[in-house]
Protein backbone atom coordinates (compact mmCIF):
# COMPACT_ATOMS: atom_id res chain seq x y z
CA UNK A 1 0.00 0.00 0.00
CA UNK A 2 0.98 3.62 -1.30
CA UNK A 3 1.24 5.74 1.65
CA UNK A 4 -0.50 9.45 0.20
CA UNK A 5 1.71 11.88 1.77
CA UNK A 6 4.83 10.02 -0.26
CA UNK A 7 2.44 10.32 -3.19
CA UNK A 8 2.17 13.80 -2.78
CA UNK A 9 6.09 14.58 -3.34
CA UNK A 10 6.46 12.77 -5.44
CA UNK A 11 6.33 14.27 -9.94
CA UNK A 12 4.28 13.65 -12.56
CA UNK A 13 6.94 10.99 -13.71
CA UNK A 14 7.70 9.28 -10.65
CA UNK A 15 3.70 9.01 -10.51
CA UNK A 16 3.22 7.59 -13.82
CA UNK A 17 6.08 5.46 -13.08
CA UNK A 18 3.63 3.70 -10.63
CA UNK A 19 0.77 3.16 -11.92
CA UNK A 20 -0.34 -0.25 -13.23
CA UNK A 21 -1.63 0.18 -16.21
CA UNK A 22 -3.56 -3.25 -15.80
CA UNK A 23 -5.97 -1.56 -13.35
CA UNK A 24 -7.08 1.29 -14.62
CA UNK A 25 -10.81 1.84 -15.21
CA UNK A 26 -12.38 1.79 -18.53
CA UNK A 27 -14.45 4.03 -17.40
CA UNK A 28 -14.27 6.87 -15.29
CA UNK A 29 -17.58 9.23 -14.46
CA UNK A 30 -17.28 12.41 -12.79
CA UNK A 31 -20.26 14.13 -11.10
CA UNK A 32 -19.51 17.90 -11.72
CA UNK A 33 -19.83 19.78 -8.42
CA UNK A 34 -18.85 22.21 -6.34
CA UNK A 35 -17.35 24.70 -8.54
CA UNK A 36 -19.73 27.25 -6.73
CA UNK A 37 -18.36 26.42 -3.47
CA UNK A 38 -14.31 26.96 -4.68
CA UNK A 39 -15.57 30.30 -6.05
CA UNK A 40 -17.07 31.79 -2.77
CA UNK A 41 -14.20 30.22 -0.92
CA UNK A 42 -11.92 32.03 -2.65
CA UNK A 43 -14.12 35.18 -2.33
CA UNK A 44 -14.42 34.96 -6.14
CA UNK A 45 -17.61 35.72 -8.48
CA UNK A 46 -19.63 32.43 -8.76
CA UNK A 47 -18.76 32.44 -12.83
CA UNK A 48 -14.70 31.83 -11.93
CA UNK A 49 -16.12 29.06 -10.08
CA UNK A 50 -17.42 27.52 -13.08
CA UNK A 51 -14.68 28.37 -15.43
CA UNK A 52 -12.34 26.68 -13.09
CA UNK A 53 -14.23 23.57 -13.53
CA UNK A 54 -14.27 23.86 -17.23
CA UNK A 55 -10.43 23.78 -16.62
CA UNK A 56 -10.10 21.60 -14.49
CA UNK A 57 -12.72 19.20 -17.44
CA UNK A 58 -10.10 20.22 -19.91
CA UNK A 59 -7.22 18.34 -17.64
CA UNK A 60 -9.37 15.34 -16.73
CA UNK A 61 -10.02 14.53 -20.57
CA UNK A 62 -6.42 15.25 -21.17
CA UNK A 63 -5.39 12.40 -18.70
CA UNK A 64 -7.87 10.32 -19.94
CA UNK A 65 -6.45 10.48 -23.26
CA UNK A 66 -2.60 9.58 -21.83
CA UNK A 67 -3.64 6.87 -20.04
CA UNK A 68 -5.70 5.12 -22.03
CA UNK A 69 -9.24 5.29 -20.19
CA UNK A 70 -11.64 4.73 -23.43
CA UNK A 71 -14.77 6.02 -21.55
CA UNK A 72 -15.29 9.30 -19.47
CA UNK A 73 -18.88 10.60 -18.62
CA UNK A 74 -19.48 14.13 -17.34
CA UNK A 75 -22.30 15.24 -15.67
CA UNK A 76 -21.93 18.81 -16.24
CA UNK A 77 -25.63 20.31 -15.60
CA UNK A 78 -28.50 18.86 -13.33
CA UNK A 79 -31.38 19.17 -12.79
CA UNK A 80 -30.69 21.05 -9.63
CA UNK A 81 -28.99 23.49 -11.76
CA UNK A 82 -32.09 25.04 -13.07
CA UNK A 83 -32.59 26.58 -9.38
CA UNK A 84 -29.83 28.54 -9.35
CA UNK A 85 -30.25 32.59 -10.30
CA UNK A 86 -31.37 33.01 -13.71
CA UNK A 87 -28.56 34.60 -14.44
CA UNK A 88 -26.33 31.91 -13.25
CA UNK A 89 -28.08 29.05 -15.50
CA UNK A 90 -27.55 31.34 -18.57
CA UNK A 91 -24.26 31.93 -18.22
CA UNK A 92 -23.31 28.16 -16.91
CA UNK A 93 -25.30 27.01 -20.30
CA UNK A 94 -23.41 29.60 -22.27
CA UNK A 95 -20.07 27.86 -20.96
CA UNK A 96 -21.02 24.89 -22.19
CA UNK A 97 -21.76 26.08 -25.47
CA UNK A 98 -18.67 28.36 -25.86
CA UNK A 99 -16.68 25.52 -24.77
CA UNK A 100 -17.89 22.71 -26.63
CA UNK A 101 -17.70 25.11 -30.05
CA UNK A 102 -13.69 25.63 -28.68
CA UNK A 103 -12.66 21.96 -28.19
CA UNK A 104 -14.51 19.95 -30.33
CA UNK A 105 -12.50 20.21 -33.75
CA UNK A 106 -9.21 19.14 -31.56
CA UNK A 107 -11.58 16.46 -29.35
CA UNK A 108 -12.03 15.00 -32.93
CA UNK A 109 -8.32 14.92 -34.02
CA UNK A 110 -7.75 13.02 -30.60
CA UNK A 111 -10.43 10.49 -31.27
CA UNK A 112 -12.66 11.50 -28.55
CA UNK A 113 -16.53 11.05 -29.18
CA UNK A 114 -18.99 13.50 -27.07
CA UNK A 115 -22.20 12.19 -26.72
CA UNK A 116 -24.97 13.93 -25.04
CA UNK A 117 -27.02 11.42 -23.21
CA UNK A 118 -29.56 14.06 -20.69
CA UNK A 119 -32.51 16.01 -21.89
CA UNK A 120 -32.52 18.97 -23.87
CA UNK A 121 -35.56 20.23 -22.69
CA UNK A 122 -35.49 23.97 -21.50
CA UNK A 123 -31.82 24.13 -22.78
CA UNK A 124 -31.42 27.10 -25.30
CA UNK A 125 -31.49 26.49 -28.57
CA UNK A 126 -28.54 27.36 -29.69
CA UNK A 127 -27.07 25.17 -26.83
CA UNK A 128 -29.25 21.92 -28.60
CA UNK A 129 -27.93 22.77 -31.70
CA UNK A 130 -24.32 23.24 -30.54
CA UNK A 131 -24.48 19.88 -28.91
CA UNK A 132 -25.88 18.16 -32.15
CA UNK A 133 -22.70 19.46 -34.44
CA UNK A 134 -20.34 18.83 -32.05
CA UNK A 135 -21.51 15.05 -31.77
CA UNK A 136 -21.62 15.20 -35.76
CA UNK A 137 -18.18 16.58 -35.72
CA UNK A 138 -16.64 13.92 -33.17
CA UNK A 139 -17.98 10.79 -34.71
CA UNK A 140 -16.86 7.13 -33.49
CA UNK A 141 -13.89 6.34 -34.16
CA UNK A 142 -12.86 2.70 -35.67
CA UNK A 143 -10.72 1.07 -34.44
CA UNK A 144 -9.15 -2.45 -35.59
CA UNK A 145 -7.02 -5.12 -33.70
CA UNK A 146 -6.14 -6.66 -30.17
Known amino acids: ?16 ARLDMERLPRHVAIIMDGNRRWAK ?19 VVEA ?8 LTLYAFSTENWRRPPL ?7 L ?15 GIQIRHIGSTEGLP ?6 LRETEERTPPQLHFGA
Do not use: W
Request: with cysteine; aromatic share 0%; hydrophobic share 35%.
Open 88 to 94: EVQALLR
Open 1 to 16: MIDRNELAHLSEEELR
Open 125 to 130: PSLVET
Open 96 to 110: IEVTLRREREELNAN
Open 64 to 71: CVELGIPV
Open 41 to 59: QRGLPVLQGHRAGSRATRQ
